[in-house]
């Protein structure tokens, strides 16, 4: 693996970074939610009465946020090196393991760890793990 240097850009990181902690802190602070996405979604599947419009509200937001973004700066360019059929697996994978983690890498990841839940230290770990042992198996063992 090697680092392309040339675009390297660790504080853009860091701003990016500091802008969710912040965003998941006020989300906590404000409305006492967790910002969890699978929960925010999977929640739209059977709302109690008045979280529909919250829900909605915050997923409209995740994705109107990269589309204004688009607007004032050019956005970089997506690639892809998986078809529709191993897209489609991953997100199958990833929705069955956000329900038996009970959570997904933004609520149990950043989240969880923030407020020092011993269930998102493992679960964390755990899809950590699991991505990083994907990783070698696809890319060195089975090439």
């Keep these: 693996m090697d680092i392309d240097w040339e675009h390297f850009t660790p504080w853009m990181a860091l701003a990016g970074g500091v802008l969710i902690g912040l965003a998941s802190a ?7 939610r967790i910002a969890g996405i699978s929960g925010i979604l999977g929640g739209l599947l059977r709302p109690a009465p ?11 937001g995740l994705v ?13 360019p997506v690639r892809i090196d998986a078809g529709l059929p ?5 997100g199958l994978l990833v929705g069955i393991g956000t329900r038996y983690a009970a959570g997904c890498t933004s609520g149990h990841g950043i989240c969880g760890l923030a407020r020092g839940s011993p269930r998102s230290l ?3 770990a755990a899809f950590t ?11 060195h063992i089975l090439g």
């Design 26 to 32: 006020a989300f906590l602070l404000l409305n006492g």
């Design 50 to 60: 008045g979280e529909r419009a919250w829900r909605l509200a915050f997923l409209g």
């Design 64 to 76: 109107a946020a990269p589309l204004l973004y688009g607007l004032l700066a050019p956005l970089p």
């Design 129 to 139: 793990g699991a991505g990083f042992a994907t990783v070698y198996l696809l890319r």
């Design 122 to 124: 493992a679960a964390t």
């Design 86 to 90: 191993a897209l489609l697996l991953a």
